[in-house]
């Protein structure tokens, strides 16, 4: 625990600082509460995140006629050889221990007969997606974590407070400075422990899925405090978000074609068994190519779903949220098809961390969205995404106890440091960055381009520092800045297509670039580009690098 000192105005200080409130970081809050003080900051309210907005469900495998090997399997194949094997294993084989305790936090999948009902979605062998409230599985999971969080004595819920940086003492993260909202006064957290679960990125992106809380944050101020960002060239389109102008870009989610919904072109024909044998059920990244080509085909912005095939009971069970929105929307889904286009969706990148969730710098740990630990690759399996955060949250809060206290004199300086000022930019600049990686980071991209992007990109960033604050939006902007920038830098490194990433000028994947891009920022502040392996000591046998995750003699690959 940390020693007791006499209250400071603007200076809160805990055990553990928890930064973000999705799945992730409510789990490893609710794990950690027990065992001393928890700080929870969140820049909108607790409930904002992408996990509220989750449709599909959770990927796991407690069925009978399924295994933890097979959900592996399937993990790995739709990775397109970038997965870490050993990080696959853990989420696979910890997952199904990891929902169980969610169900007993109070979670209410859905259940036919007593039975869990489980979903079919694309590239996996079978059906293993739990769902609740039909479609609503996010929202159930945030309600269920959440409102335990809000009760609980030992979290202390910071919502509309932005963390702006992390605050970094002798080699060590002692927490981060932040801006209470609405009025941006200047706050700092000071923790034996940070978990960084601020989740992705999607606002980077023009047309995307995500809220407009994804911004990137957690990863920019790790880039600045000086963590390896991976593979951050892997950004996932989503390939079925309703194309409806003047409407943010709902999510139809991928359970839909699993229960037989169909993607067909203008002459009304099933067009997915061109581009891939496993048709609208092919991995997400095919699929989310093959709706991009039949469009430019068609030379129109969308293609069609239909739902004609699915019965009109179970479509109304299923999914009760997508018949409402569209219903709202003005479409009869009973007479007509829906039109759908790709959308920047999910960061399968991020902070670079081990399979305890450590980052390089000490006192930082990342879980969610906003890390990196290997098991998603270069194209992310449906649903292994809320299965992550449980899986890793509960990871983080068992190692974080066990870290080195924050000493009684190390706590003292970080509450003298004066906070550094906060990187802005003016928020007109966010619709062209977002218009500019839309167009030349997207579904396709090429060198040129990525290289007129990448050098655009890089002279807004050399004049953010200088801009003072105001708003939330400013801060935000600047980080989004950052995140383009690691994103177009390693686009523009990765000569070959892979899962998401696809390069119109090396069309092919290539072996010899089945390995990770991992970026840090050099001395001058300009970005270095190392290479590391798929394959390494912790993934040649996956048995036995589980051990070693839970051992502390395991690194971070390298």
């Known amino acids: 625990m940390i020693t007791p000192r006499i209250p400071r105005p603007n200076i809160h200080e805990f055990d553990f600082l928890i930064i973000g409130s999705g799945v992730a970081g409510l789990f490893a809050a609710l794990h950690l509460a ?10 909108d309210t607790l409930t904002e995140s992408n996990t509220e907005y989750a449709q599909g469900g959770i990927a796991v495998a407690l069925g009978h006629d399924d295994r933890p090997e097979d959900h592996a399997h399937d993990t790995l194949v739709a990775g397109a050889g970038l997965c870490d094997p050993a990080a696959v294993e853990v989420l696979t084989a910890e997952g199904p221990p990891a929902v169980e305790e969610l169900m007993r936090l109070g979670m209410r999948f859905d259940r036919k007969a007593g039975e869990l009902v489980r979903g079919q979605e694309a590239a996996h062998g079978r059906r293993r997606i739990l769902h609740a409230s039909g479609d609503e599985t996010g929202h159930e999971v945030e309600r269920t974590l959440s409102r335990r969080a809000y009760v609980h004595p030992g ?7 932005l963390m702006t940086d992390l605050l970094v003492v002798e080699g060590r993260c002692v927490g981060c400075d932040a801006l209470a909202l609405p009025d941006a006064e200047r706050v700092r957290f000071v923790a034996s422990v940070t978990i960084l679960a601020s989740g992705g990125l999607g606002q980077v992106y023009e047309v995307t899925t995500n809220p407009l809380v994804t911004t990137g944050d957690g990863m920019a101020a790790a880039w600045r405090a000086g963590c390896r960002l991976l593979d951050m060239e892997f950004v996932q389109f989503h390939p079925t978000a309703l194309y409806h102008e003047g409407s943010p870009k709902f999510l139809i989610s991928e359970a839909v074609r699993g229960e037989g919904a169909i993607l067909r072109n ?4 099933h067009f997915m068994p061109d581009y891939h044998p496993e048709g609208d059920l092919a991995p997400r990244d095919v699929v989310a190519r093959g709706v991009f080509s039949q469009m430019r085909k068609d030379g129109r912005g969308y293609v069609e779903l239909d739902f004609s095939s699915i019965p009109l009971e179970r479509f109304l069970s299923r999914f009760p949220g997508i018949v409402a929105e569209l219903r709202r929307l003005g479409f009869d889904i009973y007479r007509e098809r829906v039109p759908v286009a790709p959308a920047a969706h999910y960061a399968m990148g991020g902070i670079g961390a081990d399979l305890r969730c450590r980052t390089d710098l000490p006192g930082l740990l990342a879980v969610g969205e906003c890390s990196s630990v290997g098991i998603h690759g270069a194209n992310r399996l449906a649903s292994n995404s809320m299965l992550e955060g449980l899986v890793f949250g509960l990871r983080a809060a ?7 206290r924050l000493s009684y004199e190390l706590l003292g300086v970080a509450a003298e440091l004066a906070p550094p000022p906060v990187r802005c930019a003016p928020t007109a600049l966010r619709a062209e960055l977002q218009s500019l990686m839309h167009t030349c980071a997207g579904m396709e991209r090429d060198g040129e381009t990525l290289l007129e992007a990448r050098d655009t990109v890089r002279a807004w960033a050399a004049q953010i520092a200088t801009l003072p604050v105001s708003s939330r939006e400013e801060a935000e902007t ?8 690691l994103i177009l830098t390693a686009a523009l490194a990765r000569t070959e297509s892979r899962g998401a990433h696809y390069r119109t000028d090396f069309p092919e994947p290539d072996e010899a670039w089945r390995r990770h891009i991992a970026l840090r920022m050099d001395a001058a502040g300009a970005v270095t580009t190392q290479f590391a ?7 040649k046998a996956p048995a036995a690098s589980r051990r070693a995750a839970n051992s502390e003699a395991d ?3 390298d």
């Open 398 to 404: 068992a190692i974080a106890p066990a870290l080195p």
């Open 155 to 161: 979290i202390t819920i910071f919502d509309h407070t």
């Open 555 to 557: 690194e971070w690959r």
């Open 478 to 485: 600047a980080n989004m800045v950052t995140v383009a920038n």
């Open 533 to 539: 392996p798929v394959e390494n000591a912790l993934s």
């Open 34 to 43: 027990d065992r001393g003080s928890v700080a929870l900051v969140t820049k």
């Open 266 to 269: 203008a002459a009304g024909e």
